[in-house]
């Protein structure tokens, strides 16, 4: 069974960079691509980007030229960065697997990790 | 404002059918690209509920089915329980954007 589980830091202030990362176990890394959601509070779901194990990389155009995700799979885990962080880059941050089935779909999830940018 | 477009609430008594809907446009849904529902519960991560329009994981019940119409597709559940009561997104492919994009979500209330 597969499980995600994201980590960082939870507190940022203005203007300082995100990094977050996502451990994978109970599956190959070396298969399918990664990825980066997140909700921010009282709102949706929104798609960050997301990584094949090759390196190849898809972001949301509303965040380019700030996102970068990698991957690292020696040690199992693919890494989001985000810079020059504002109060509206606070958000529960999740990382899923996309497309184990052959569709776009995102499964499994981690529990997500909560990111507050404050001065 | 999110791509996919859904109602923010329904509701229904326990035993009702509701019934969620997702209007897409001509880059995702009309363009044939799959749609995917997931259920989140407070406090916990989204959990995907149906893929490929109409397919649900192993261990979803069967009160929960999909559908799709021309540019739009809908989320149906029989036979509500309070166990039902959480937020439901749409996700699809967005050829314009090329990645992911999500509806808004629609909260469903147990009355």
């Known amino acids: 069974q597969v499980h995600l589980q994201e980590s960082g830091p939870g507190l940022l202030k203005p203007s300082e960079t995100l990094s977050l990362n996502c451990i994978v176990s109970g599956a190959s890394i070396t298969s399918d691509y990664w990825s980066w959601i997140r909700q921010s509070p009282g709102k949706g779901l929104e798609w960050i980007g997301h990584i094949h194990y090759s390196g190849t990389t898809n972001y949301n155009p509303s965040l380019t030229g700030r996102v970068t995700i990698s991957v690292d799979t020696s040690r199992k885990q693919f890494s989001l960065t985000l810079t020059s962080v504002t109060a509206a880059d606070t958000a529960l941050y999740f990382c899923?697997?996309?497309?184990?089935?052959?569709?776009?779909?995102?499964?499994?999830w981690g529990p997500g990790t909560l990111v507050t940018v404050s001065s | 404002q999110s791509v996919l477009t859904q109602p923010p609430s329904v509701s229904g008594a326990p035993g009702q059918r509701v019934t969620i809907s997702c209007t897409g446009t001509s880059s995702n849904i009309g363009s044939g690209y799959d749609v995917q529902w997931y259920q989140v519960l407070p406090g916990t991560a989204p959990k995907l509920l149906m893929y490929g329009y109409t397919n649900r994981p192993s261990g979803v019940p069967d009160r929960f089915s999909g559908s799709k119409s021309g540019t739009s597709a809908s989320l149906a559940i029989t036979g509500l329980q309070a166990e039902d009561e959480a937020d439901y997104y749409c996700q699809s492919y967005d050829s314009g954007l090329s990645g992911s994009v999500f509806g808004g979500g629609t909260k469903v209330t147990v009355l």
């Open positions: 899923a697997k996309l497309g184990s089935r052959g569709f776009d779909e995102f499964d499994p």
